[in-house]
């Protein structure tokens, strides 16, 4: 039996880190995972009997199945009431409403390229993309986020990387996985290089609640870039990714956005893929979203300031302090380290899971982490995963 030659492509062999990582798994040797982002398992849930209720809700409205391409009026106006609450003008004639933003971007990429063509990421990025990209049929190109300046957007370098094949360029804010935030300046730089080459702006803000010294998050809909597609969703929001909602809100100039809705309107028709409860129950979550986030934000803050306090005493090892999101990314050394080889002794030594960074498209070397953990859970982590990097670097050494 034959299979495509994408299948080929997709079907790489597991990495050395997740080999080891099952293997200890399956051993039964505990080993913590310092990747994972879901906040339910460390404690911070949707308030439940306020969810249960809006099932309960919604669920006589959604016995009667009335599929929407676009996504349910009602939960595309609910939408729209949250980012007109944030000051950015929206309808609910600009939103389209998707199982997820891995989804949302798989529909921009259709929607905005063709086979061959590029779409300009964020380096460091997130593996996803490139799944994505090839399934899509496309070529990612990077620009540069500057490390020394706590990552923000290196605009010089973003124009340069700009050529003729350019479909998008991609903007992460709060960025995973090193927690910039990007700035009005930078947004508004951005903007300028979209005017100036024609190119729309994904702007992809799933952790867009989750702020640190900020009072709000700057918005590439507010900028002058002639067309954004602001993607967001449940799963970081309100902490509920088997929800499976996301959605995207089209800002610029009304003849793309309207144009592009007619083309995404027809690939969404073709699938349907959003569930009907889930969207009848968009509304009262949005209205509920303020809830979940404000108790587990001063929680976040405390690990993010744990994190600091502990990883500023391990020598060798530098960072910038998170703005957003849950991540954090760690600068361990140069080339001379392995990175690889660091993360399989920090398992098996430490007893921990942390990332390479060459799995975001880092120069070596560094290594990315969550740090939304149970506060002596995430101290007594971090310390021994200094010990382990210390340690590592001795042994390689002698």
């Given amino acids: 039996m034959r299979f495509s030659k994408l299948a080929d492509r997709l079907a790489a062999k597991r990495n050395r880190l997740y080999t080891e990582y099952e293997k200890a798994a399956a051993s039964g040797r505990p080993v913590l995972d310092l990747i994972s982002t879901n906040l339910a398992q460390q404690g911070w849930v949707f308030p439940q009997e306020r969810l249960q209720a809006i099932q309960a809700e919604a669920a006589p409205r959604a016995q009667i199945y009335r599929p929407d391409p676009l996504g349910l009026p009602s939960a595309r106006e609910a939408i729209a009431d949250y980012y007109r609450t944030a000051g950015i003008p929206a309808s609910a004639e600009q ?8 989804l949302s971007y798989f529909y921009c990429f259709k929607l905005l390229a063709s086979p061959g063509e590029e779409i300009l990421c964020p380096r460091p990025s997130y593996p996803l993309f490139e799944s994505i990209a090839e399934l899509a049929g496309l070529e990612l190109r990077y620009y540069r986020l500057r490390e020394s300046r706590g990552w923000e957007i290196d605009l010089d370098h973003l124009e340069s990387q700009v050529s003729t094949r350019t479909r998008a360029l991609v903007v992460i804010s709060p960025h995973n996985p090193t927690g910039m935030v990007a700035g009005v300046q930078s ?5 300028s290089i979209a005017c100036r ?101 001063p929680w976040l803050l405390s690990c993010r300031r744990i994190a600091g306090t502990v990883l500023s005493q391990c020598p060798g090892v530098c960072f910038s302090p998170p703005r957003g999101g849950f991540y954090l990314t760690l600068k361990v050394g140069g080339a001379e380290v392995d990175e690889e080889a660091l993360c399989i002794d920090l398992l098996r030594e430490a007893g921990g899971l942390v990332h390479p960074g060459y799995f975001y498209d880092m120069a070596p070397a560094h290594l990315v982490l969550s740090f939304a953990l149970q506060h002596e859970l995430l101290s007594r982590s971090l310390k021994a995963l200094c010990d382990g990097i210390q340690g590592w670097k001795k042994r390689q050494a002698s």
């Fill in 187 to 191: 947004l508004q730089g951005l903007a």
């Fill in 197 to 297: 080459h024609d190119l729309p702006v994904l702007a992809d803000e799933v952790f867009s609640e989750f702020l640190y010294d900020l009072e709000a998050l700057p918005r590439a809909a507010s900028t002058a870039a002639p067309l954004v597609f602001t993607l967001n969703g449940f799963s970081k929001m309100v902490g509920l990714p088997g929800l499976k909602l996301g959605w995207i809100l089209l800002s610029g100039r009304p003849a793309r956005v309207r144009r592009s809705l007619e083309v995404m309107e027809l690939i969404s028709d073709t699938f349907l893929p959003v569930n009907d409860l889930a969207q009848h129950m968009v509304r009262g979550i949005i209205e509920n979203r303020e809830a979940f986030a404000s108790a587990c934000l």
């Fill in 95 to 102: 939103v389209l409403i998707t199982p997820g933003t891995s």
